[in-house]
């Protein structure tokens, strides 16, 4: 018996700093116990070439992957005139004809009007707001423009663009040529008010958007500062918007100006406004009370079971890691980014949330190098049109996280909410508002640092 009763005092005596430590509160984890490489957490995947953004996340169970390649299909899905047997349901007027047409390769696309590969659109709306505080339509055009229809039925009208250079020199006498965007809308089907109000957007990149969307509220808002409490001369706000699905206001995380709430709203109105596919968020027609209006009574067109699943899709698609965090210029080029106070706006670290469906977006530690606040950008790339409560002069900041590899997945790398930049020097050029003290102090570095922040840039 006393020997029983010894050995118990021995185990109690070896466990008990282990009892102690299970009682310690948790301690910060050290960054340097971090791989920096793991731009999504776990949901972070090593392709440096075209495809780098077309990878699903690990851990997902057999009939997750099957919906993962369900909603793979529907986003390449081409869609065509009804009545067909194959994808019906395009039209009668619209601005593509499938996802990947405008975000090549799940990432970003072309600044071009009327061509296959065209990744921009116009929106459109009326000085005001429509009864939940969004953009007030413009009658017979709705609040985006359908530039392209099915055979023997009239766009709203076509875009012409057109560029006006603009050189700029650095104080060491290195030279950008910057370009500015002009937009008119031709031949619409009949005429446009006086006083339209548009917005040219670009198609934003599919990949770890259900990271973001994972993002606790309480976290982004503690990023706000509007009335820029700390002095810094950078603000940040929310964009409150209304969901049709939930049918309330909520926290705006997508779109360019942080207009939509949810992944599910984002993608279902991409069906319906750029494809003219309805759905059961968007079951009508864009073209209603229009004269091209089809007479088809076959809305809505899209299967439940193929949105769901091309939400999905997005939502499980994993982040590319980063690059070259070794080499010695890149480093110097985080330096100098944080430094120039590029990262009080794009945020280089956010915790996600926990998702109990989804692990491997659940509680992540990501480098997405984002608030998805406003910002107040400048005159320069104001578009005169508000969006909920973004003013016309206000952008979301953009996730930063796989930018080094658009020259892959694109070809040609354009930035920013038009396009208009085609190197990353001349998207930080058009910075202006919160931004011009950072845009500024960028002019003001010797070329080599400048080159440093740009290797930089290329490594996320």
């Known amino acids: 018996m006393m020997r029983v009763k010894k050995m118990y005092w021995i185990a109690a005596i070896l466990l008990a700093p282990a009892l102690f430590m299970m009682c310690r509160k948790p301690g910060l984890f050290q960054d340097s116990g971090f791989d920096p490489r793991l731009s999504g957490g776990e949901a972070t995947v090593f392709d440096e070439t075209s495809k780098a953004f077309g990878h699903q996340v690990t851990g997902l169970n057999e009939r997750d992957e099957q919906v993962h390649?369900?909603?793979?299909?529907?986003?390449?899905?081409?869609?065509?005139?009804?009545?067909?047997?194959?994808?019906?349901?395009?039209?009668?007027?619209?601005?593509?004809?499938?996802?990947?047409?405008?975000h090549h390769n799940d990432g970003k696309g072309s600044p071009t009007?009327?061509?296959?590969?065209?990744?921009?659109?116009?929106?459109?709306?009326?000085p005001g707001s429509d009864n939940f505080g969004g953009p007030r339509a413009?009658?017979?055009?709705?609040?985006?423009?359908?530039?392209?229809?099915?055979?023997?039925?009239?766009?709203?009208?076509?875009?012409?663009?057109?560029?006006?250079?603009?050189?700029?020199?650095?104080?060491?006498?290195?030279?950008?040529?910057?370009?500015?965007?002009?937009?008119?809308?031709?031949?619409p089907y009949k005429p446009l008010p006086g006083n339209f109000q548009t917005s040219p957007r670009m198609a934003p990149p599919f990949f770890g958007l259900g990271l973001l969307q994972n993002i606790p509220e309480a976290t982004l808002l503690s990023f706000a500062d509007e009335n820029d409490l700390d002095g810094d001369g950078i603000s940040g706000r929310p964009n409150y918007v209304y969901d049709p699905v939930q049918r309330k206001m909520m926290l705006g995380r997508f779109g360019l100006k942080?207009?939509?709430?949810?992944?599910?709203?984002?993608?279902?109105?991409?069906?319906?406004?750029?494809?003219?596919?309805?759905?059961?968020?968007?079951?009508?027609?864009?073209?209603?009370?229009?004269?091209?209006?089809?007479?088809?009574?076959?809305d809505p067109e899209l299967p439940d079971s193929i949105l769901n699943a091309a939400?999905?899709?997005?939502?499980?698609?994993?982040?590319?890691?980063?690059?070259?965090?070794?080499?010695?210029v890149a480093t110097q080029g985080e330096k100098i980014f944080t430094q120039i106070q590029c990262a009080v706006c794009h945020k280089p670290t956010i915790q996600t949330g926990i998702d109990l469906t989804l692990k491997t977006?659940?509680?992540?530690?990501?480098?997405?190098?984002?608030d998805l606040l406003l910002h107040d950008m400048g005159e320069g790339l104001a578009d005169g049109r508000p969006d909920f409560q973004a003013n016309e002069r206000e952008w979301k900041t953009p996730a930063l996280w796989g930018i080094g590899l658009f020259e892959k997945t694109n070809g040609i790398p354009f930035y920013l909410h038009d396009g208009r930049a085609r190197t990353l020097e001349e998207a930080i050029l058009w910075h202006g508002g919160e931004a011009e003290n950072a845009k500024q102090a960028f002019i003001q570095l010797p070329s080599s640092e400048r080159k440093a922040l740009i290797k930089f840039l290329k490594s996320l």
């Open 113 to 126: 009007a009327g061509l296959v590969n065209s990744s921009l659109l116009i929106r459109l709306s009326l």
């Open 69 to 102: 390649e369900l909603g793979d299909g529907a986003i390449g899905a081409t869609f065509v005139r009804a009545p067909s047997t194959l994808n019906p349901g395009l039209g009668p007027i619209f601005s593509n004809v499938s996802c990947i047409s405008c």
């Open 311 to 328: 939400v999905f899709y997005i939502k499980t698609l994993a982040v590319p890691a980063r690059r070259n965090v070794l080499d010695p």
């Open 361 to 370: 977006i659940s509680n992540q530690r990501i480098h997405p190098y984002t």
């Open 258 to 298: 942080a207009n939509v709430a949810t992944l599910l709203t984002q993608v279902a109105g991409a069906y319906g406004q750029d494809m003219g596919v309805t759905n059961y968020v968007f079951p009508q027609e864009s073209s209603l009370a229009q004269t091209q209006l089809d007479a088809l009574h076959d």
């Open 138 to 187: 413009v009658e017979g055009f709705g609040t985006q423009l359908q530039d392209l229809a099915v055979f023997g039925v009239q766009p709203e009208a076509k875009i012409e663009i057109s560029y006006t250079e603009q050189a700029f020199s650095f104080p060491d006498g290195e030279m950008v040529n910057l370009r500015k965007p002009s937009y008119n809308l031709l031949n």
